[in-house]
C-alpha cells in the first residue's frame, strides 16, 4: 500500500484500545441469551447426526445411555418385543396407564408415564431377534450401525451369536455397549433395578437421618443411579467414538451399574481404607460444615390447599451459614446470641452433639413461621435460604423457564407434554440438546426402518408381523 | 411381585397384585373351583388367611390366574366370574378415582384415554402426526371451544 492512501489508525472502524473493545462488547448475561437461544435448537446443527446407533435396552438405564446419544443427534433405533413393548412401559407408575395409543391391537392397554425421558427420538420397531429367521435383519442392521447397547444377562447375546464377538467380524467398527447389574465376576447373573444398584454400592446405607434420630437407609425416591449410570454408559460411548476416529476399530463397553453407583459415595470407601472407619448418614445435615442442611418450618405455605404435598409438605428449607460471621448473624436473628457464645469455631459447632443443638434450635424458631417467611428473614440479611422444591414450584420456576429447562412441547403423537429432561442437561451454544418427540408407539417404525432402510420388501414385512416375528 | 392364594383344592394360583391388594381385607374367589376365600393384607403381607368362607359372596375375583400343574393353563383378565377385567384405568390423583384425560393443565390437547380410534398402518406402524381434527373430532372441538373461552394458555 503506498503511504498516501493508508488510513491513519484513529481514523480506522472498530475500537481502538483493548479497553474500547471490552466496552463495546455486550453484557455477559445479554451474550449467554444470545449464544444459547432456548427455544431455537432446532435451527442449529447436531452433534452426532451421522452416527447409528441401535437400542436392545429396557427399562431406564440402558435406554437413557442411548437416549442421550439421541438427544445429541444420532439415529437411534430402538427394538422392543412385538405387540408389548419396553416392560417399562407397563410399570410405572403403580401400572396406570396415561398413554394411548400403545398398540391398535390392543386399544386398552396405554402405557405408564414412567418411561419418558428414557427413549427420545428415537425410532421404535419391533423384532424378536432371538429367532432364526430374523438374524439376517438384525446383522443387517448391526452392518449399517455404528454400534449397540443391549441390556441381557451377561451372554445371552453370546448364545444368540449376536455378541461383540460375533458383531465386530462383520462390522469391525462397531462398538457394543453390555449394561446391567454386576457384569462379569461372582455374582454375574445378578440382575440389578435401581435399588439394589444403590444398596449393594453402599449409597443407601449413607442416605437418610441416622437411626438415632429415627432414620434408615433411604433409597432415593426416583431412579437416580439408573439415569446416573446411563449418563455415564454415554460417556464411555462419546469416549469409543473419539477411539473410533483415531484407529477405525471399534470397542466392547461393559458397564455394571452396581460398580458405576459407588463413585457416588464420595470419599467414604477411601476414608474406610484409611483409617477402617465406616461412614454414617447424616440426613438433611452435612458432616463437614454447620449450618449447612434442611430444616423444617412450622407453617406451609399452601395452607389449604387439596394436595397434602402442598399442604403439609412445604415446609422445608435449605439454610446455610456455616462461617462464622454468617453463623453469628444467624443465631441473632434466631435470638439465640448464646449459641454462637458457645460454639464459635466451626471445628466445635461441626461435632454431632453441637449440630444436634443448633439445628434444633432453628427448627424451634421456624416452628410458627411458614417456609416463605423463613427465606424472607434469611435472604434479607444477607445469608443463604432456599425453600426445598416440589415438581408444582420447578414447574412455576421462572428461571428453568426463560432458561428453557422446562417447558411445553407438543408432542406429534401423544399431544401436550411438560418435558423437562433433554433441555435439563447442561446448554451447548453451537450444538444444543433438541426434542423431537418422547417416544413412539410399538413398532411405530417398523416400515420406516425395514422398507425404507433395509429395503424389505411390504410383503416380506407383513409377513414376519403375521408370524409375531415383528 | 405379589402375593398369591394357591388353591390346594384345584391346583389354582390366583395372583393378588400389589396395586390391589397392598392393604386389603376381603373375600377373593378361586378362579379354578370358586372357593370364595378370605384374606387380610397388610403393607404387603398376608396378615390373615386365606381361609375358606363356603357360601359367601367374593368382594373381588383375582385379575390373573394360572395351574402350574396343569401346564400353566391361564385364566387371563376379563373372564366373566373367573377373573375381572384389566381397564388400564389411571387413577384421580388425590382422592382414587378412575380418570381418564384430554387436556393438560394448560388444556392443551392430550391424548390420554382410551380407547383411541385405530391409527396405525402395516406392522404398526405410525405417522409422525396425531390428526386430531380427523381422529378425535370431539377433542378438537373442546378445544376450540376452550380457546374462544380464553382457557388455554401457554403455561
Redesign the interface.
Known sequence: MIEKERIPMEEQPGPRSKEELDANKMPFEEYCRKVFDPGNEFEKPAALSGVRWMSCTMYIFTPHAVSNLAELGAEVVKIEMP?MGDPMKHTSP????????L???R????QGIGCVNANVNEYFI?MDYHREEMKEPFYRLVRMSDGLTECYRPGTFDRWKQSYRYLMEINPRFIYVWGGGFGYGPKVFGGSYDILGQSHAGLASITGFHEDFGGHPVKHTNWCIDWYSGTMITVGVLAALYWRRKTGLGTMIEFSQVQCATRCCGYGVPLYGRFGIVRQRWGNWDTQLCVHGIIICGKSDYPDA???QLRDEARYVMVSAFNDPDFKELCNIIKRPDLYEKYQKHKDRVEAEAQVEIYDALEKWAADKSRSEVVKILTDAGLLAMPVYNDMEVYESPHY?MRGTVR?Q?????????VHSTYSCGLMSKTPRRKF?DF?????????I?HEMLGYP?ST??E??DKRL? | MCDIIWCKKCNTVNYL?P?NFWNWEGKVKCAGCDTVYYIYMIQGQMYKGPEERPGEEPDILPLYADQPLNGYEAFKPGIEGKTRP??????E??LGKADW?K??I?N?????????P?????????G???D?EKLSPEVWEEFLEKKKKGEVR??
Request: aromatic letters at 24%.
Open positions: 405387540r403403580f401400572n396406570e396407564c396415561y398413554y394411548y395409543p398398540h391398535d391391537e386399544p386398552m392397554t396405554g419391533t387439596k394436595n397434602p423457564r411445553w407438543f408432542d406429534p403423537i401423544f399431544g401436550d407434554q411438560l418427540w413412539r408407539p410399538v413398532g411405530a417404525d417398523n416400515v420406516k425395514y411390504i414385512i407383513k414376519w408381523y415383528i | 397384585d396395586f384389566y381397564n388400564c384405568l389411571p387413577r390423583i388425590y384425560r387436556f393438560s394448560r392443551w390437547p392430550m391424548r390420554a384415554w382410551a380407547p383411541q385405530p391409527s396405525a398402518g402395516i406392522a404398526g406402524s405410525h409422525f402426526k396425531w386430531i401457554d403455561w
